[in-house]
């Protein structure tokens, strides 16, 4: 595994991991205090009305929406660096990728959104109790209310407002917090890659606080975790994560330009022939790509060592 650069203020692993769950918890912190006084300026505003989906609050529950996703998952990521590691290229910004890792990466996005369906159903058949059933499924229908509420598809510059909205700044945001530090953090401390990025993986899954999204997100997190350790370049991450997150949001426009109803593509699931083969397609690109990225020196600019030999399952 790589050597990370040695840290201004010596931190151990445990330690850094607890720092960054109390940045995060700070982050959280901040993000309330910053959208209670968005609504306390805001003349007209309340809580109940954004609750509520009050069309007129719509505008200023995406600008909360934004700030509070930089404050909840870019903030802690970016003091965390600050404080912990020197290194100008942590995130690995600086470790250019040759062409065909970004189309690969670009490959493996599409196939993963079909094969995360596989384990939609199973997440689906899990045997709950009917009174737990119903709490998460109102959990959900609250959640997909808000996300409707904040969406913009009734034009093509709605469409890309909420493109940006709903998929890119996340994308960044929160690989910043997971695979930049959380995974980092994890892999170094334990030793252990595929333990590492399992853990990080149910870690992100669980903020999403969605049961019944809650493997298909570990399965996605693993993919995600498996490209920043063999591709070493954190904006491979942003673009699967983007594409993840922007398709959604296209066909919901989509269906809203040509049948006027968005919500069906919020539970829409890929066929199962479909989901089988985005799996064998899957496997067969990741294992492609874990082989050139091996075999691709680091750039000069990004400190990193050429010693990933590792493999994926250790």
Do not use: C, H, N
């Given at each position: 595994m790589d050597k990370y650069p040695s840290s201004k203020i010596k931190i151990s692993h445990t330690?850094?991991?607890f720092l960054l769950i109390g940045l995060v918890c700070f982050g959280l912190l901040l993000g309330g205090m910053?959208?209670?006084i968005m609504i306390?300026?805001?003349p007209g505003a309340s809580l109940q009305g954004i609750t509520d989906g009050d069309p007129d609050m719509a505008s200023l529950a995406r600008w909360m929406q934004i700030i509070s996703t930089f404050v909840i998952f870019a903030v802690p990521a970016l003091l965390f660096k600050l404080i912990?590691?020197?290194?100008r290229d942590f995130f690995r910004f600086n470790n250019k990728r040759p062409l065909i890792l970004w189309g690969l990466a670009i490959l493996i996005a599409l196939a993963t959104i079909p094969a995360a369906d596989l384990f939609t159903w199973l997440n689906q058949h899990i045997p709950i109790s009917g009174g737990l059933k119903t709490r998460f499924e109102q959990l959900?229908?609250?959640?997909?209310?808000?996300?409707?509420?904040?969406?913009?598809?009734?034009?093509w510059g709605g469409f890309l407002k909420s493109l940006i909205?709903?998929?890119l700044l996340p994308a960044i945001f929160e690989e910043l917090l997971f695979r930049g530090c959380l995974q980092q953090v994890m892999v170094s401390w334990l030793k252990r890659p595929f333990w590492a990025i399992l853990l990080t993986s149910i870690i992100?899954?669980?903020v999403h606080a969605s049961?019944?999204?809650f493997l298909p997100r570990i399965f996605i997190g693993m993919i995600l975790g498996y490209v920043f350790f063999y591709g070493r370049n954190i904006g491979l991450n942003m673009i699967i994560h983007f594409i993840n997150n922007g398709l959604i949001i296209t066909v919901m426009f989509y269906q809203n330009k040509t049948t006027g109803s968005m919500e069906d593509a919020l539970k829409s699931q890929s066929a199962t022939w479909m989901a089988y083969l985005g799996l064998v397609a899957l496997i067969f690109l990741f294992y492609y790509f874990r082989k050139v990225a091996i075999h691709t020196p680091p750039s000069p600019a990004s400190s990193l060592e050429d010693n990933l030999s590792k493999p994926f399952y250790s």
């Open positions: 330690g850094q991991f910053v959208s209670f306390m300026v805001t912990v590691r020197p290194g959900e229908k609250t959640y997909d209310k808000q996300m409707l509420f904040m969406l913009q598809l009734d034009s909205l709903i998929a992100f899954s669980a049961y019944f999204g």
